[in-house]
């Protein structure tokens, strides 16, 4: 169908794209901007298999999950460097919530995921440790990615055109309504933090990107969609900080980035208005990527069908 692809915007939608697109054997040029609030520049990374207030496991997991953690350690390995680190989340209860969350691990689909609980531990009704969850380094990724495959300027090759253009191209409405919400995250040194693990809990979590650092998140926030760290956002991360019971840090860095939401993390891929596009992955770019990009290359260079539930002409018809 196209052996020849130009893909607009390199963060985790395009980056994944373009090696799903080089292993089927096509022609690609990764064409990309520097923009103030790129999503995957600033994103921790992480993987949690059962997310949210409603202790839920991520849309379609199951199949997603190992699609993932093989592509990047794949990845990794081509780069020369690891892009993917597995670590249990330790999903933190407070008495309040423990009643639902029970109910909650009684469900397989939910057990599946949990190694095991330890209740009445340090101050809480109980730690919940959760497996098959870890960290990509995003960042490192698309970086990687775009060095390898990256086009100076906007200069676009021939062939067809794919837009990866993140929140960036939601918020000019190319895909008409969005929920696309900014996110505040703090790099911080912590002496006495364990590296070992994934802290989830306070209304957000602590996640170990090595050498004694660590990051913390993150914010929601719908009005002020750009990518300026603020002392409010701030104040939000050392009360998430505060919650988990953490303290003596110092903070390193302090970021913003926009989430490119559609419908919740449910993304998007096909031909819309004559153009191809891949969006939508919400606050689990990490997770989808590589499997949505999979599918998007094999309808590009096979002809392959897209699934109706990922079909962005089908979501605009019927949403
Ligand atoms: C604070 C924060 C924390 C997060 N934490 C996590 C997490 O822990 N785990 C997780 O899985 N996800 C997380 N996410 C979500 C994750 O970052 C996104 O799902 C993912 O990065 C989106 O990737 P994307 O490629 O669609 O968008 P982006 O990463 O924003 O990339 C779009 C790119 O396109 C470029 N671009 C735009 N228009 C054009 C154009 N016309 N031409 C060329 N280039 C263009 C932009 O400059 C940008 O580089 C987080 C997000 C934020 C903001």
Same mark, same amino acid.
């Given at each position: 169908?196209?052996?020849?692809?130009?893909?607009?915007?390199?963060?985790?939608?395009?980056?994944?794209?373009?090696?799903?697109?080089?292993?089927?054997?096509?022609?690609?040029?990764?064409?990309?901007?520097?923009?103030?609030?790129?999503?995957?520049?600033?994103?921790?990374?992480?993987?949690?298999?059962?997310?949210?207030?409603?202790?839920?496991?991520?849309?379609?997991?199951?199949?997603?999950?190992?699609?993932?953690?093989?592509?990047?350690?794949?990845?990794?390995?081509?780069?020369?460097?690891?892009?993917?680190?597995?670590?249990?989340?330790?999903?933190?209860?407070?008495?309040?919530?423990?009643?639902?969350?029970?109910? =909650?691990?009684?469900?397989?689909?939910?057990?599946?995921?949990?190694?095991?609980?330890?209740?009445?531990?340090?101050?809480?009704?109980?730690?919940?440790?959760?497996?098959?969850?870890?960290?990509?380094?995003?960042?490192?990724?698309?970086?990687?990615?775009?060095?390898?495959?990256?086009?100076?300027?906007?200069?676009?090759?021939?062939?067809?055109?794919?837009?990866?253009?993140?929140?960036?191209?939601?918020?000019?409405? =190319?895909?008409?309504?969005?929920?696309?919400?900014?996110?505040?995250?703090?790099?911080?040194?912590?002496?006495?933090?364990?590296?070992?693990?994934?802290?989830?809990?306070?209304?957000?979590?602590?996640?170990?990107?090595?050498?004694?650092?660590?990051?913390?998140?993150?914010?929601?926030?719908?009005?002020?969609?750009?990518?300026?760290?603020?002392?409010?956002?701030?104040?939000?991360?050392?009360?998430?900080? =505060?919650?988990?019971?953490?303290?003596?840090?110092?903070?390193?860095?302090?970021?913003?980035?926009?989430?490119?939401?559609?419908?919740?993390?449910?993304?998007?891929?096909?031909?819309?208005?004559?153009?191809?596009?891949?969006?939508?992955?919400?606050?689990?770019?990490?997770?989808?990527?590589?499997?949505?990009?999979?599918?998007?290359?094999?309808?590009?260079?096979?002809?392959?069908?897209?699934?109706?539930?990922?079909?962005?002409?089908?979501?605009?018809?019927?949403?």
């Amino acid at each position: 169908m196209a052996d020849d692809v130009t893909i607009l915007g390199a963060g985790l939608a395009g980056c994944c794209l373009a090696w799903q697109l080089k292993a089927r054997g096509a022609a690609v040029r990764l064409v990309s901007e520097r923009r103030s609030g790129e999503a995957s520049r600033v994103a921790a990374g992480l993987v949690n298999p059962v997310t949210g207030k409603n202790y839920q496991p991520s849309w379609r997991i199951a199949e997603f999950l190992p699609e993932s953690t093989a592509f990047f350690e794949r990845a990794g390995r081509e780069i020369g460097t690891t892009l993917w680190f597995p670590h249990p989340v330790v999903r933190l209860v407070a008495e309040k919530e423990w009643p639902k969350v029970a109910r =909650k691990l009684e469900r397989p689909d939910v057990a599946r995921w949990v190694e095991r609980v330890e209740e009445d531990a340090d101050g809480w009704r109980a730690r919940v440790i959760l497996k098959g969850g870890g960290r990509v380094d995003a960042r490192a990724f698309c970086e990687a990615t775009e060095k390898k495959w990256g086009a100076e300027g906007g200069e676009r090759g021939g062939g067809r055109v794919v837009r990866c253009g993140g929140a960036f191209d939601l918020m000019d409405r =190319k895909l008409g309504e969005h929920r696309c919400a900014k996110g505040e995250i703090l790099t911080l040194r912590i002496p006495e933090a364990d590296g070992s693990r994934i802290l989830v809990g306070g209304g957000g979590w602590l996640v170990p990107v090595g050498d004694g650092l660590f990051k913390a998140g993150a914010t929601y926030e719908w009005d002020e969609l750009d990518g300026t760290p603020t002392a409010a956002g701030r104040a939000r991360v050392e009360g998430i900080l =505060k919650a988990l019971g953490i303290r003596g840090f110092e903070v390193v860095a302090h970021e913003a980035g926009v989430r490119p939401i559609i419908r919740r993390s449910m993304p998007l891929i096909g031909e819309t208005g004559g153009e191809v596009v891949f969006n939508g992955l919400g606050s689990k770019g990490s997770l989808y990527a590589p499997g949505v990009a999979r599918r998007l290359a094999e309808w590009l260079v096979d002809g392959a069908e897209i699934e109706e539930e990922l079909e962005v002409g089908r979501w605009l018809e019927c949403g």
